[in-house]
Each structure stands twice: as structure tokens, then as C-alpha cells.
Nanobody
Framework: QVHLVESGGGLVQAGGSLRLSCAASRSIFSIYTMAWYRQAPGKQRELVAAMTDGGTANYADSVKGRFLISRGTAKNTLYLQINSLKPEDTAVYYC???????????????WGQGTQVSVSS
């Protein structure tokens, strides 16, 4: 019933920048955590950036200082600004949100379809 749509990925030369976007098709109630994950070929999915409902952000050491997670003015939008891209940043990036879609319902996690980021050396 709820879909997270990601965009902004592409082919970029090392040192370049990208801005990933995540938009929900409908509002999600009582959001607890918003995050970006990535999965490179042959590797497990890893958390790269997360933001609590209070706005506190945390980053993986490998991306700290280069990545910036932010929430849009609209409550159902999430962004990831990626600067100084490196070849090792190449991966499929996924948006993840924990929250409710039904008042009084359970808290569930929602995932986007992923957007490909490819960085050439």
C-alpha cells in the first residue's frame, strides 16, 4: 500500500556529486527512523546514514564528511547528498523508513526499490 520511490543515481566520475531522493506515495505516520543503505555486488547491505525522528544523524565512518542525510519539507521525502564520490561508493542505494501507515497499527519498515550509483575512477 505504501511505496518508496528513489531517484538520483547514475554514472559519475570520481570526485563528483549526486543527490539521491526518496519519496513515499503516501504519508507514513509516526516515523521513528529514516535511513539510507547500500549494497555493492557480492557484499551485504550496509547502513550508510540514518536519522532519528528528532533529527539526529549518524554516518558510517567510510562516508562521514562526504554524505549528508536530510529530510525534506514534506514529511514523506528523504535525501542523501553524496559528495567527493569514490569508486568504492559504487552500489545500489536503498531508502528505508520505519513507521506506521495505519493509526493504531504495527510499526513496519518500508524499502525503496533502490537506485544505482556507479563511480568511475
Amino acid at each position: 500500500q505504501v511505496h518508496l520511490v528513489e531517484s538520483g543515481g547514475g554514472l559519475v566520475q570520481a570526485g563528483g556529486s549526486l543527490r539521491l531522493s526518496c519519496a513515499a506515495s503516501r504519508s507514513i505516520f509516526s516515523i521513528y527512523t529514516m535511513a539510507w543503505y547500500r549494497q555493492a555486488p557480492g557484499k551485504q547491505r550496509e547502513l550508510v546514514a540514518a536519522m532519528t525522528d528528532g533529527g539526529t544523524a549518524n554516518y558510517a565512518d567510510s562516508v562521514k564528511g562526504r554524505f549528508l542525510i536530510s529530510r525534506g519539507t514534506a514529511k514523506n521525502t528523504l535525501y542523501l547528498q553524496i559528495n567527493s564520490l569514490k569508486p568504492e561508493d559504487t552500489a545500489v542505494y536503498y531508502c528505508n523508513v520505519w513507521g506506521r501507515t495505519i493509526v493504531g497499527g504495527t510499526v513496519d519498515d518500508y524499502w525503496g526499490q533502490g537506485t544505482q550509483v556507479s563511480v568511475s575512477s
